[in-house]
């Protein structure tokens, strides 16, 4: 049975989390870029992003296995208690539970953090994404038909939401 550790996304995690990135942009659909964000990009949204949102990593056995990050849905002031979430695995760590034990500690964080919705993009057919989201709460609200262009096709864009808390009692 292996170490399963989850925990605040960390500087040292940049390096493994562009090359999965890269990884998955060069040879999947899950991610709608053509090419790698530069150098760095990442660092930068990581910064920006970590007072507010969650980003958390995953290590199995002490070796990094993946991430999950949440970040603003829509800039509009209306849209600051949802959040759109994303996860990353290695392909050795996929399959056994181990993204959604990281998946479920980054949506308890970000209950945690007064976030109400959270909100996850699926391009289809996306079975084994599909299945996670499910199994963690997430219900299917919409189809985006042939939104999106990459590897020479168009694909559908499968769009989930999960209630993460009380709505505010006011704006702040």
């Known amino acids: 049975m292996s170490t399963v550790g989850v925990r605040e996304f960390a500087k040292r995690d940049l390096d493994p989390a562009e090359r999965l990135l890269a990884s998955a942009i060069k040879s999947g659909v899950a991610n709608f870029h053509w090419e790698a964000p530069a150098r760095?990009?990442?660092?930068?949204?990581?910064?920006?992003?970590?007072?507010?949102?969650?980003?958390?990593?995953?290590?199995?056995?002490?070796?990094?296995?993946?991430?999950?990050?949440?970040?603003?849905?829509k800039p509009r002031e209306a849209y600051k208690w949802t959040t759109e979430v994303g996860i990353y695995l290695e392909k050795w760590a996929r399959g056994a539970g181990h993204g959604?034990?990281?998946?479920?500690?980054?949506l308890d964080a970000l209950s945690l953090r007064g976030f109400r919705l959270a909100i996850a993009g699926i391009t289809l057919p996306g079975e084994a994404s599909c299945a996670l989201h499910r199994s963690l709460g997430f219900g299917q609200v919409g189809v985006l038909r042939q939104v999106g262009w990459k590897l020479g096709a168009w694909h559908d864009v499968s769009i989930w939401q999960r209630n993460l808390g009380r709505s505010p009692d006011a704006p702040g």
């Not at 959604?100 to 980054?106: A, I, K, M, P, T």
């Open 100 to 106: 959604r034990v990281l998946y479920g500690s980054l």
């Open 40 to 73: 760095g990009a990442l660092e930068e949204t990581w910064l920006a992003q970590r007072a507010r949102y969650a980003w958390l990593s995953l290590e199995l056995d002490g070796r990094w296995a993946g991430f999950a990050n949440s970040g603003p849905y």
